[in-house]
């Protein structure tokens, strides 16, 4: 059974009486494979994850495990990814039944996007409330 969190390591990069920052290191499937360095694909992303202070002793250069509940990373797909293609398609598909052009169809699909992802951008804080990080130490 999977784990009902998502944990990645890190190390904590700033510390402030309200936050404490950890970079994490994203690494794709290639990152972390033995031969990486010779065919030159491997990525690996350096983000940076705000987490609400707690008790505890932490120092800038500390390894952390920071955790996420699960439910709250699928929700993540979902608005992010899944919520966009259906807009994208309905908008699309609905405009071209009827009976607009293809450019014109494809152009307001798009644009139907750009509002989503504007409106996710408007209600972003409420948003960064919901999805709350915490760590633990290494």
């Known amino acids: 059974m999977a784990s009902p969190e998502i944990s990645h390591t890190g190390k904590i990069?700033?510390?402030?009486?309200?936050?404490?920052?950890?970079?994490?290191?994203?690494?794709?499937?290639?990152?972390?494979?033995?031969?990486?360095?010779?065919?030159?694909?491997?990525?690996?992303?350096?983000?940076?994850?705000?987490?609400?202070?707690?008790l505890g002793d932490w120092k800038p250069g500390q390894e952390v495990d920071v955790f996420l509940r699960r439910s709250m990373g699928f929700k993540a797909v979902w608005l992010s990814y899944a919520i966009p293609l259906v807009v994208l398609l309905a908008v699309l598909l609905g405009l071209l039944s009827f009976g607009f052009g293809e450019l014109p169809a494809a152009l307001m699909a798009i644009g139907a996007v750009c509002l989503y992802y504007l409106g996710l951008m408007l209600f972003r804080d409420k948003l960064r409330n919901e999805y709350s990080f915490y760590i633990k130490e290494k």
Do not use: Q
Not at 22 to 27: D, F, G, K, N, Y
Not at 30 to 50: E, Q
């Open 13 to 54: 990069v700033e510390i402030t009486p309200d936050s404490i920052t950890v970079e994490i290191v994203a690494e794709s499937a290639c990152a972390s494979c033995h031969a990486a360095g010779l065919c030159h694909t491997a990525d690996a992303a350096h983000k940076l994850i705000t987490v609400p202070a707690t």
